[in-house]
Each structure stands twice: as structure tokens, then as C-alpha cells.
């Protein structure tokens, strides 16, 4: 794949995911392993781009009094020390890679299920479970370097865990405060490598993309095809990278 055409793929990633809260870590992950070489540099851009794609969603949803913090400080002080932790675990390449493809086809089905749900009432889930389930995704969200939020969100909305517009603004700060902390892990274990050059056009066209996105989810646009969308692709980004990590298939 020829470099030149990642700004213009990751703008329109970071539409789709930021459209149901996301960050788009994973498919960036994905096609920056297709064109450059250091893993290490692959993880730190991908994270550093989720930040960038949520912290536009986080503003917009806090602007729009979607955002509440009564509801959220439970998922975010239990998840991002595990973020931190999780991100200094040093996996090998191959490993890595195996691991955030069986993750991403797990939470595309539960994206699918939940798009075809047409479950609608509000639960109350107590501090307890708040709590394991945000320290549980936190290590994942460490580990796999995608923020996390791709597996709370369809989590929440399964088990009809408040309005989804909601959910999905818990889905955008649960990313931001975990790729924060999934970035200072990776500070940490001296692994967080970037280059600028090749970073920034790739910040401008996420960010592009997160305002449009996040745009279209605050405004209460029908967001169901989106999340089906999006859920297909992840089913796809997840499959080839374990057929080509494990067996050396190309799709």
C-alpha cells in the first residue's frame, strides 16, 4: 500500500468510528502495519491518533451536555492504571497482532447483536461492576493499544445500560483516558517511538474526520447503519490480521 493514501483512508476511519464514539485504533493499527516496519512506531501513531479523534468527540459531547461524570468516574479510575500497566507488557510482534484480531472480531459481534437489538430500556449497574468491568477493558485497552472503547460500548448497550448517544460519550472519554494512559505506559517501557513528519498529516486528517463524525453523532443523526458499518469492518480488519499473522495470508 503506498503511504501516500493513509491520510485520506484514516479520514474517512476516523468518521466511521467517531460516528459511535470510537477512536479507530484498531484499523489504524491495522494499515500502518501494511506500510511501515518498526512495530513499536505502529503502536505510539495509532494511539497518538485515537487521542486526537477522541479529544474532538469528548469537547462535542461535553459541549452538548451529553457527557456526565456522575455516571463515568467508576469505568475511568478503575480502567486506566491497567491501561498503563497493560501497555508495558512487551508482546512479540506476531503475538500482538493475533491478539488484537481474536479482541476485534469478539467486539464486532457484540457490535452486530447490539445493532440489531432492539432492546431500549435503561439499567442501573452498580459501583462494583463499574469497576471490574472498567479494570478488565482497561488491561485490554493497554495491551492492545486501541483505547478500549470498541469493547465498553457495545458491553453497555447489550445490557441496556443507559441511552446509547450516552454510552457513546462514555466510549470517547473512556478512549481519551485510556490512550493517555496506554501512551505514558508506553513512555514508560521506553517503546513509544513516532515520526513527525509522517504523524502530522495523519493527525489533521483524523481530526478532520472526528469532528465530522462526532458532528453527526451529537446531532442525533440514526446511527444504526454506522455502527453495522463499522462493526463489518472491524469483523475484517480483525480476520486479516490473524490470517496473515498467523498463516501468512493476504485478503
Not at 19 to 41: N, Q, R, T
Not at 55 to 63: D, E, P, Q, V, Y
Not at 202 to 207: I, K, Q, R, T
Request: aromatic share 14%.
Amino acid at each position: 500500500m503506498n503511504e501516500y493514501w493513509l491520510p485520506v483512508l484514516f479520514f474517512f476511519i476516523a468518521l466511521f468510528y467517531s460516528s459511535v464514539g470510537f477512536g479507530g485504533g484498531s484499523s489504524y493499527l491495522a494499515l500502518l502495519s501494511l506500510v511501515l516496519v518498526d512495530f513499536h512506531e505502529i503502536r505510539s501513531t495509532a494511539l497518538a491518533l485515537n487521542l486526537v479523534v477522541v479529544s474532538i468527540g469528548t469537547m462535542l459531547f461535553i459541549r452538548n451536555k451529553v457527557f456526565k461524570w456522575r455516571y463515568f468516574w467508576p469505568f475511568i479510575i478503575s480502567s486506566v492504571p491497567l491501561s498503563f500497566f497493560g501497555a508495558q507488557l512487551k508482546l512479540s510482534e506476531k503475538n500482538f497482532f493475533l491478539v488484537l484480531g481474536g479482541l476485534l472480531i469478539t467486539a464486532s459481534c457484540f457490535m452486530i447483536t447490539q445493532s440489531l437489538s432492539l432492546k431500549q430500556s435503561e439499567k442501573t449497574l452498580p459501583l462494583l461492576k463499574k469497576l471490574s468491568l472498567g479494570s478488565s477493558l482497561g488491561l485490554l485497552s493497554g495491551i492492545s493499544g486501541i483505547g478500549g472503547g470498541i469493547f465498553l460500548s457495545p458491553t453497555l448497550n447489550l445490557i441496556g445500560w443507559k441511552d446509547p448517544r450516552v454510552v457513546a460519550s462514555l466510549a470517547s472519554v473512556f478512549i481519551f483516558f485510556n490512550s493517555i494512559g496506554g501512551l505514558g505506559g508506553l513512555i514508560m517501557a521506553d517503546t513509544f517511538q513516532f515520526n513527525i513528519e509522517r504523524l502530522l498529516p495523519l493527525m489533521v486528517a483524523v481530526g478532520l474526520g472526528g469532528a465530522l463524525g462526532g458532528f453527526v453523532t451529537n446531532k442525533k443523526f440514526n446511527i444504526q447503519i454506522i455502527r453495522l458499518l463499522t462493526a463489518i469492518l472491524i469483523a475484517y480488519v480483525g480476520l486479516k490480521l490473524i490470517l496473515l499473522n498467523g498463516w501468512g495470508i493476504h485478503i
